[in-house]
């Protein structure tokens, strides 16, 4: 049974100065339209943001879009997805990304994409899902937030047992499989955390 029907995707609201970051962006949006798979993201159309989306739409798949409505002028909302949620705060455009996604990638990004990511490993350190998290590491984007886990691991910040199972992948046609097989060893009640658990959090 395939577990994985939505994947919330968290990355840059800019293009970066790697064109890899764009291309990988748009080339994982095609993969979800060609696999069923259903995107949530931040509801932009600039930078990556822009372009997982469109990489979605324009192979046919379906996006839904949560976007606060300060940012509304600053991100450019892409009004052709689908489903286009406009929420009042930060905290409700989360709360609805976590609740409607099955797992979470981040591909590059800036200090949202990382509050974002962080927010979710440390439910995840807490026992509050188990969701996939995968980091997409195109060319190398992420190690220096690997190194500075193993550092907070070597000093015991992040102790034996409360460590954070976080998926990697350097290619973006190996980031589904490795969700899908970590999905598999997810209970199904993990995978469909009832919203008001969320809203606990």
Not at 77 to 88: D, K, N
Not at 97 to 126: H, K, N
Not at 175 to 187: C, D, E, Y
């Amino acid at each position: 049974m395939n577990k994985i029907k939505t994947i919330c995707v968290y990355c840059g609201s800019s293009p970066g100065t790697n064109p890899r970051f764009i291309e990988a962006a748009a080339a994982f949006g095609k993969i979800l339209a060609e696999s069923g798979i259903r995107l949530v993201y931040g509801g932009g159309s600039n930078g990556l943001m822009g372009a997982v989306a469109n990489g979605v739409l324009d192979h046919g798949g379906s996006v839904t879009g949560i976007i606060p409505e300060f940012l509304n002028s600053r991100e450019r909302m892409l009004t052709r997805v689908q489903e286009l949620v406009v929420t009042p705060d930060m905290h409700e455009r989360k709360r609805l990304m976590f609740e409607r996604s099955d797992a979470f990638v981040a591909l590059p990004g800036g200090i949202g994409t990382l509050e974002e990511l962080v927010e979710q490993m440390t439910w995840q350190q807490l026992g509050r899902h188990s969701k996939p998290i995968l980091l997409a590491n195109i060319d190398a984007f992420w190690e220096p937030l690997l190194a500075l886990m193993t550092h907070m691991r070597a000093t015991q910040f992040i102790r034996p047992g409360m460590g954070v199972d976080i998926l990697k992948a350097e290619r973006v046609e190996d980031i589904l499989p490795r969700i899908r097989a970590a999905a598999a060893n997810v209970p199904d009640e993990a995978m469909q955390m009832a919203p008001e658990v969320a809203r606990r959090l």
